[in-house]
């Protein structure tokens, strides 16, 4: 059993581990004078660059299909790149800690989508032991939401901050749902590489219109380096997870275990920033896993929740062109 669940959720858990830099990483970079424009397209370029080079080493014959059925990618791409916007624009006005509390709250869309479109999700849903966990691991959010410690940044400003970061959250469930929808049967990292490539010509046009892009190259190399290297590890290493994750666990799952991303931000925020938790959110917090642990284990015992990608079926080509839900 415990072997079972660790090959379901390892790549989710990996993932949350990651994203708890991201947002710490575009703090320093913000006070280095980058502009939100400019560190998405930065970002998304050198992710782009990277899954593409390592989709055509792995599977050319995937990137060959992706390439001729880009038009499924066009959704995906237009919800990632507004996400990060977005998301972006929030972490600016507001402060690493915040941002990764108040976007988790993506789960709540993601779990209303995943009963909305997909049958086989509503089934691990209707579990009494799921649904205890979810209830356990929002209650937790929201508590750790409402103890968080007063911000010295302008009220407004601080304000409208989450209100991007809020907004945000229901753009990542979309994506989220629009992979499923969209890049059923597509590997992971063909599918990404074609998604970031074509959000990163969409962040092209802030870049240029209202960013400083020329800003790279007047800041110390080191600086520069870690934009570049955070697009493949946090943008390109984290999507594909995410879609490894939303493949072997389904959508509502991989959005209740990503409630756990705050804690892990917790922990890089103050080492990098020196930002610290009270007592009270700890124990929010302690509730909020205790949640995703009776998600995780529930979830194991559920064999549509863990299966692996569903094989093509008989009357398909081994080697099938991609196609649509």
Same mark, same amino acid.
């Given at each position: 059993?415990?072997?079972?669940?660790?090959?379901?959720?390892?790549?989710?858990?990996?993932?949350?581990?990651?994203?708890?830099? @991201?947002?710490?990483?575009?703090?320093?970079?913000?006070?280095?004078?980058?502009?939100?424009?400019?560190?998405?397209?930065?970002? !998304?370029?050198?992710?782009?660059?990277?899954?593409?080079?390592?989709?055509?080493?792995?599977?050319?014959?995937?990137?060959?299909?992706?390439?001729?059925?880009?038009? =499924?990618?066009?959704? @995906?791409?237009?919800?990632?790149? %507004?996400?990060?916007?977005?998301?972006?624009?929030?972490? !600016?006005?507001?402060?690493?800690?915040?941002?990764?509390?108040?976007?988790?709250?993506?789960?709540?869309?993601?779990?209303?989508?995943?009963?909305?479109?997909?049958?086989?999700?509503?089934?691990?849903?209707?579990?009494?032991?799921?649904?205890?966990?979810?209830?356990?691991?929002?209650?937790?959010?929201?508590?750790?939401?409402?103890?968080?410690?007063?911000?010295?940044?302008?009220?407004?400003? !601080?304000?409208?901050?989450?209100?991007?970061?809020?907004?945000?959250?229901?753009?990542?469930?979309? !994506?989220?749902?629009?992979? =499923?929808?969209?890049?059923?049967?597509?590997? @992971?990292?063909?599918?990404?590489?074609?998604?970031?490539?074509?959000?990163? *010509?969409?962040?092209?046009?802030? *870049?240029?219109?209202?960013?400083?892009?020329?800003?790279?190259?007047?800041?110390?190399?080191?600086?520069?380096?870690?934009?570049? %290297?955070?697009?493949?590890?946090?943008?390109?290493?984290?999507?594909?997870?995410?879609?490894?994750?939303?493949?072997?666990?389904?959508?509502?799952?991989?959005?209740?275990?990503?409630?756990?991303?705050?804690?892990?931000?917790?922990?890089?925020?103050?080492?990098?920033?020196?930002?610290?938790?009270?007592?009270?959110?700890?124990?929010?917090?302690?509730?909020?896993?205790?949640?995703?642990?009776?998600?995780?284990?529930?979830?194991?015992?559920?064999?549509?929740? %863990?299966?692996?990608?569903?094989?093509?079926? @008989?009357?398909?080509?081994?080697?099938?062109?991609?196609?649509?839900?």
């Amino acid at each position: 059993m415990r072997g079972k669940i660790l090959r379901s959720y390892w790549p989710i858990m990996l993932s949350c581990a990651l994203w708890a830099w @991201p947002m710490v990483i575009i703090k320093l970079l913000q006070r280095q004078g980058f502009d939100l424009h400019t560190q998405n397209f930065f970002r !998304y370029l050198a992710a782009s660059v990277t899954l593409q080079a390592v989709g055509w080493a792995m599977d050319p014959a995937a990137m060959r299909r992706c390439f001729r059925d880009a038009g =499924k990618f066009v959704v @995906p791409a237009i919800l990632a790149s %507004v996400f990060q916007i977005v998301w972006v624009m929030g972490v !600016y006005k507001s402060m690493p800690a915040a941002g990764a509390l108040l976007t988790r709250s993506t789960v709540l869309w993601g779990l209303l989508f995943s009963f909305l479109f997909f049958p086989e999700e509503r089934r691990m849903m209707r579990s009494p032991f799921f649904i205890a966990g979810t209830a356990a691991a929002i209650a937790g959010l929201c508590g750790f939401i409402l103890s968080r410690p007063a911000s010295g940044s302008d009220p407004g400003e !601080y304000s409208l901050g989450l209100v991007f970061l809020a907004v945000s959250a229901i753009l990542w469930a979309g !994506y989220g749902i629009s992979i =499923k929808f969209f890049l059923r049967g597509v590997p @992971p990292v063909a599918a990404f590489a074609t998604t970031a490539s074509l959000a990163c *010509a969409i962040l092209l046009i802030p *870049a240029l219109l209202a960013g400083n892009p020329a800003h790279i190259i007047r800041v110390p190399a080191g600086w520069s380096l870690l934009l570049l %290297v955070s697009g493949p590890l946090f943008i390109g290493g984290t999507q594909v997870l995410m879609i490894e994750s939303i493949r072997r666990v389904g959508v509502a799952a991989t959005n209740v275990i990503t409630l756990s991303i705050p804690l892990f931000t917790a922990a890089s925020s103050f080492a990098v920033l020196g930002e610290t938790l009270t007592a009270r959110q700890w124990l929010f917090g302690l509730m909020l896993i205790g949640g995703l642990a009776a998600v995780v284990l529930r979830a194991g015992t559920l064999p549509e929740a %863990v299966a692996s990608p569903p094989a093509p079926p @008989p009357e398909i080509p081994s080697n099938p062109p991609i196609r649509g839900n």
